[in-house]
């Protein structure tokens, strides 16, 4: 076991951990540390604990000091002049006519480089725009092609769910998601509506694949015929997964048919999936095959 911290940067989502040494850091706290980057300051996210050695990178590097008072001006500092190094980079691909979209500008804490942040349609061109850079800054300068769920993610904002942004709040990566997910979930395959804020499908179609897969496992399927427990034998209309209950048209004694709702335990019926047809419109079909193109181009854009 090994004593560490957990903390995160502005612009990476992910946890990193470092080592203490004999530093009373508590968690809202912000440190001084080194990274791959240079000299960092850090949010601390999860306090002093003991995790498996194999569970952190090594070597694990230490926590230089707790910021002082001087450390928090410097980092307001810095933001002041990420605010006006974003404005004249704008004004430098305005001058180049470079196809790209500006999305944030950072500097490291010990001001040893400036990075910028940038969306566009295939590679650009960006030696003269560098050069430019820096020779207005004079440090090191670095831009960074980013996707547009990693535009999302910095720049943050509100989902359809009225809650913040999960990639802005806590993902530290983004998971592979699919049209087929949607499917499980028997969500409505309007691109419009499972799309998220980046304009690719909702990060949160994954959390809650694996209950579905199960849930649906345990279901018929709508036209099957299932047996059930009054002895009665009916064809069913449709299923709540979450309520794992079966509405099913079945045939009484005098031919009559009727619909009865019933527990799926109080049926009995060959367990098989299928695929289901789904009625969408031909625009949809072309919308959702558009975005699929878009999820495979982000995967490999991620790689």
Same mark, same amino acid.
């Given at each position: 076991m090994i004593k560490v911290i957990g903390v995160r940067f502005r612009q990476a989502?992910?946890?990193?951990?470092?080592d203490p040494l004999d530093f009373e850091v508590e968690v809202g706290q912000h440190v001084i540390v080194?990274?791959?980057?240079?000299?960092?300051?850090?949010?601390? +996210?999860l306090g002093c604990r003991e995790v498996d050695e194999d569970k952190v990178v090594q070597p694990l590097k230490p926590v230089i000091r707790v910021a002082t008072p001087e450390d928090d001006e410097k980092a307001i500092l810095n933001k002041e002049k990420e605010r006006s190094a974003y404005k004249i980079c704008l004004e430098k691909i305005q001058k180049h006519e470079l196809e790209m979209k500006l999305i $944030?500008?950072?500097?490291?804490? $010990?001001?040893?480089? +400036?990075?910028?942040?940038f969306t566009a349609d295939g590679r650009i061109d960006f030696r003269e725009l560098v050069k430019d850079l820096a020779a207005v800054f004079k440090t090191r300068i670095e831009l960074r092609q980013i996707g547009v769920r990693d535009e999302t993610k910095i720049l943050g904002g509100i989902g359809i769910c009225g809650r913040p942004l999960c990639c802005n709040t806590y993902l530290s990566e983004f998971v592979p998601v699919s049209i087929k997910m949607a499917k499980e979930q028997n969500l409505s395959l309007n691109p419009i509506k499972i799309s998220g804020v980046c304009g690719r499908?909702?990060?949160c179609l994954k959390n809650e694949e694996e209950t579905y897969e199960y849930l649906n496992s345990t279901l018929p399927n709508v036209g099957d015929y299932v047996n059930t427990v009054d002895g009665l034998r009916g064809e069913v209309q449709s299923v709540s997964v979450l309520r794992q209950l079966v509405k099913v048209i079945v045939t009484l004694s005098n031919e009559d048919k009727e619909v009865r709702e019933y527990k799926v335990k109080d049926l009995r019926f060959k367990p098989r999936r299928r695929k289901e047809k789904t009625q969408i419109t031909d625009e949809e079909l072309k919308a959702l095959e558009a975005l699929e193109k878009k999820e495979g181009k982000s995967r490999l854009d991620d790689n």
């Open positions: 989502g992910k946890i990193y951990f470092f080194e990274t791959a980057r240079g000299i960092e300051y850090g949010h601390v +996210v $944030d500008a950072e500097y490291t804490f $010990d001001n040893n480089k +400036v990075l910028f942040y499908l909702m990060c």
